[in-house]
């Protein structure tokens, strides 16, 4: 029997999994929730949870949810309007999961963060607990950061590196981001069409000085760079972490399934 490369046999032996959804995964062009992603992604989830496995998502989106909810502000760049946004977002952005889950009898569960909640031990360890018991009686928590509240002192800046430190704090076995790209290129594939994924990276540090970074885009906050930080984090901790496209029907069953395009991100010492 042929030996299963290391991206199907990281994922595979995975149980407790933290997944990642980015703003261009989640929205549609207008910014409005992408129904058939979440609907796919609550199927998907269900499945791995059947199969055993604990998940716990990562969500951005509440931004652009608002914009899409209230129809305006669109243009607005003070700082009271965005976190207006992002709070009316954020009631649209749970109302879609609580759906998509509660046709497979699933109750998801909103945490919001700031910075802070990682910097304090007694506040790190309410989350910790929160977390065990959630996912313990098959609840789906769902993870944003408080944009409402979040000013530069306590903000934690992008939902890569919260899904991170997520990851960290819970000691999850796999942190999958969902993006708009297959992984990570050794140039910017939206600029060169001869870009080359890179399907395995043992180093990310030395990744993260030599790729083409490029441009992120209106939606996201994050950008290549942001991921690669991310799998830096998670990968000092031992986690393995897989950036994939999330745009592909059904990614997360594709991806158990051996059938998708991705970039793995290994800790030094599982690389064999």
């Known amino acids: ?34 129904r058939d992603f979440m609907n796919k992604l609550a199927d998907d989830t269900a499945d791995l949870i059947k199969s055993g496995k604990q998940v716990v998502i990562v969500s951005s989106g509440a931004g652009i949810a608002g914009i899409a909810t209230i129809n305006k502000w669109k243009r607005k760049s003070d700082l009271h309007y965005k976190q207006a946004l992002c709070a009316i977002g954020q009631v649209e952005l749970m109302d879609s999961y609580r759906k998509a889950f509660a046709a497979h009898d699933i109750h998801v569960a909103q945490i919001l963060l700031t910075n802070e909640d990682f910097s304090d031990t007694n506040r790190t360890l309410h989350i910790r607990n929160t977390l065990f018991t959630l996912v313990d009686e098959g609840v789906v928590p769902v993870i944003n950061e408080n944009d409402s509240v979040s000013v530069d002192e306590i903000k934690i800046g992008d939902n ?10 819970w000691d999850a076995d796999l942190l ?37 970074a490029g441009a992120t885009n209106g939606f996201g906050t994050g950008g290549i760079v942001t991921k690669i930080q991310a799998a830096i984090k998670v990968n000092a901790f031992g986690i393995p972490m897989v950036l994939t496209n999330g745009k592909v029907p059904g990614v997360l069953a594709r991806l158990f399934g051996e059938s998708t395009r991705a970039t793995i991100f290994l800790p030094e010492d599982d690389d064999e």
């Open 1 to 34: 029997m042929e030996k299963p490369d290391v991206l199907s046999r990281t994922v595979k032996a995975a149980r407790k999994i933290v997944v990642k959804i980015g703003s261009n995964t989640i929205a549609n062009a207008d910014g409005s929730i992408n």
């Open 176 to 212: 999958i981001l969902l993006s708009d790209i297959d992984g990570v290129y050794d140039r910017n594939p939206k600029e060169f069409p001869d870009a080359a994924l890179i399907e395995t990276v043992t180093d990310s540090t030395e990744i993260l000085g030599r790729i083409h």
């Open 160 to 169: 890569d590196n919260l899904a991170a430190l997520t990851s960290n704090l």
